[in-house]
C-alpha cells in the first residue's frame, strides 16, 4: 500500500509515465510541485492548453493550431520541394539552418526493425499522398546520419521508385551517426546546398 495521499499518489503516477522518469524522479518533482504551487498551476494550465489547441498538420504533421500549419499554409514556400524529416526537433533544426524555402515532411521516426518499427508506423503512406498530388518536384530526404536513418532513407528510394520526381540525399557535411538537431547551422545548411541527387525526375 502507498504510503503517499491519493492526490500525490496520481501525480506520480502521471510524472513515471513520461519518458525518461522513474518512479523516484516523479516522487521528487511531485514533492517539488507541492513546494511551488503558483509553477504547478501554470503548468496544469499550460498542459491542458496543449491538449485543448494543439494539434499536428493535415499535411506535414507538424504542431499546427489549424488544419494546416503555418510552414504549408505560406504561400512564399516552394510547395514543389518536400524535405522529409523523422521529427519536429529536425524539422526545427532545418528551419534554423536558414534558407530553406521548402515544405516539410514528418515521417514520426525510423525504421528499426529490431524496435519493432516498420513502414506502417511512420507516415509514409502520407508521403505518397502528396508526391501523387502531382505539385512535389523533389524530395530531400533529411532523416539522420544512423543506421535507421540511412535505412530508411534507401527504403523511401525504393519505394517510390518511378514517381516522377527528383530524389535527394543531404550532402555528406552530416556527421555518421548524428541527429539533425545536433548539429551547427552553418554545416546543415551546407549538407542541404550540397544535396546529392539519387533520382532524377525520369525515374
Ligand atoms: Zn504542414
Redesign the pocket.
Known amino acids: 500500500m502507498s504510503l503517499l495521499t491519493p492526490a500525490m499518489e496520481a501525480l506520480v503516477a502521471e510524472f513515471a509515465r513520461l519518458p525518461g522518469i522513474g518512479r523516484k524522479t516523479a516522487l521528487r518533482l511531485a514533492l517539488h510541485s507541492l513546494g511551488h504551487r503558483e509553477e504547478a498551476a501554470a503548468l496544469a494550465g499550460a498542459l491542458k492548453r496543449l491538449a485543448e489547441e494543439c494539434r499536428f498538420?493535415k499535411?506535414?504533421?507538424?504542431l499546427?493550431e489549424e488544419e494546416?500549419?503555418a510552414?504549408?499554409s505560406n504561400p512564399r514556400r516552394d510547395a514543389g520541394l518536400i524535405c522529409v524529416v523523422e521529427s519536429l526537433p529536425d524539422l526545427l533544426a532545418v528551419e534554423r539552418s536558414g534558407d530553406y524555402r521548402g515544405?516539410?515532411h514528418i515521417l514520426g521516426g525510423a525504421l528499426s526493425p529490431l524496435d519493432g518499427i516498420g513502414p506502417r508506423d511512420l507516415r509514409i503512406a502520407e508521403l505518397e499522398r502528396r508526391v501523387a498530388g502531382g505539385t512535389v518536384r523533389e524530395l530531400l530526404l533529411a532523416t539522420n546520419g544512423t543506421v535507421e536513418g540511412d535505412a530508411t532513407a534507401l527504403y523511401l528510394v525504393e519505394r517510390l521508385r518511378g514517381a516522377d520526381i527528383a530524389i535527394s540525399r543531404l550532402a555528406r557535411g552530416v556527421p555518421m551517426g548524428g541527429s539533425l538537431d545536433f548539429i551547427d547551422r552553418l554545416t546543415l545548411s551546407r549538407a542541404i546546398d550540397g544535396r546529392e541527387k539519387l533520382q532524377g525526375p525520369e525515374g
Open positions: 498538420c499535411d506535414c504533421g507538424n499546427s494546416l500549419c510552414v504549408c515544405l516539410y
